[in-house]
């Protein structure tokens, strides 16, 4: 199946009424985890790709994925997750990626808007879909760092304003989500209303970005497996159905990915201390990551929406 934009795989999930999963991937391994899900469930999906993933892979990560992509029989977007400035999110499209994001948000509304516009601008000119965001989710990766008392939700003023001003194809709402592996302490609050509200105000697909799951069986097998994640606390299941319920339709996952593969690796490496092939070390984390890829499909109802 052609590669097809961000925009049409999520205007079909609006129409739809689910929510289609933007898996990060970093490596081979990930990139196929995300695939055989997709293929197994037959998800639509986007393979997201951050700079940091662009930089960690000397930007080989591109041509693996946009391999993977194009030999899948599912609806496959190549997405650049978190684009920083206009010329990263111009090479992208150079080299094959069907959407784009600029994130501007930790600016002022008006630089948000005239960067969105400028790529938009340029996007649009060659079928590239563009996703922008406004309001500020608390960020704890390696990247950046936002403090819960600098993170900032989204209004619906704010998002009608913003959209109609710039001119993006879908929007990254900030709702109560964050990065990282600890999202707040106990369950997270997510907005549910102010998501209601702001799908009723702004026409184009709306993306929850930091919503892995943290799932405390993986959690606890990490740790088991001598692993430290203190403090881990995700997105609950029951928050993600009301939030497509409400108007939400892409939904970003990466860390639940990566909690999952160190559970394979670690586990392996405890029971098999002999084991000194990487490919047989790799190969839990990549049956972990496709594992837990379903499930997410599965919640989402993407499967069979292929």
Not at 60 to 89: Q, Y
Not at 115 to 141: K, M, N, P, Q, Y
Request: charged content about 25%.
């Amino acid at each position: 199946m052609a590669l097809q934009t961000g925009l049409e795989i999520l205007q079909a999930a609006q129409a739809g009424k689910y929510g289609v999963g933007a898996f990060n991937t970093d490596n081979l391994e990930t990139t196929l985890a995300i695939i055989e899900a997709a293929e197994e469930t037959r998800s639509p999906i986007l393979l997201a790709i951050t700079a940091g993933a662009l930089k960690y892979s000397s930007k080989r990560i591109v041509d693996i994925a946009m391999a993977e992509a194009k030999n899948a029989t599912v609806p496959v977007a190549v997405h650049l997750d978190h684009g920083e400035s206009f010329e990263i999110c111009m090479w992208c499209i150079r080299n094959g990626f069907t959407s784009i994001m600029i994130d501007k948000s930790h600016e002022d509304e008006a630089t948000n808007i005239r960067e969105t516009r400028r790529v938009v601008d340029a996007a649009s000119a060659v079928g590239v879909s563009v996703e922008a965001e406004i309001g500020r989710l608390v960020e704890l990766g390696a990247e950046v760092i936002i403090s819960e008392e600098n993170a900032t939700l989204t209004t619906a003023d704010e998002a009608e304003r913003f959209m109609a001003a710039a001119g993006a194809d879908t929007l990254a709402i900030a709702v109560g989500t964050a990065h990282g592996p600890n999202k707040g302490r106990g369950r997270p609050e997510i907005n549910h209303e102010r998501i209601a509200e702001i799908a009723a105000r702004v026409s184009q697909p709306l993306v929850m970005h930091g919503a892995s799951s943290i799932p405390q069986d993986v959690v606890a097998r990490v740790i088991e497996a001598g692993g430290v994640l203190k403090d881990a606390v995700g997105i609950h299941d029951d928050d993600i159905t009301q939030a497509i319920a409400n108007g939400m339709c892409k939904v970003n996952v990466g860390t639940d990915l990566r909690i999952a593969s160190t559970a394979g690796v670690r586990e392996l490496l405890r029971d098999k201390p002999e084991i000194i092939d990487l490919r047989k070390i790799l190969e839990p984390a990549r049956n972990e990551m496709r594992r837990v890829i379903i499930k997410k499909m599965n919640l989402l109802q993407s499967s069979g929406k292929a």
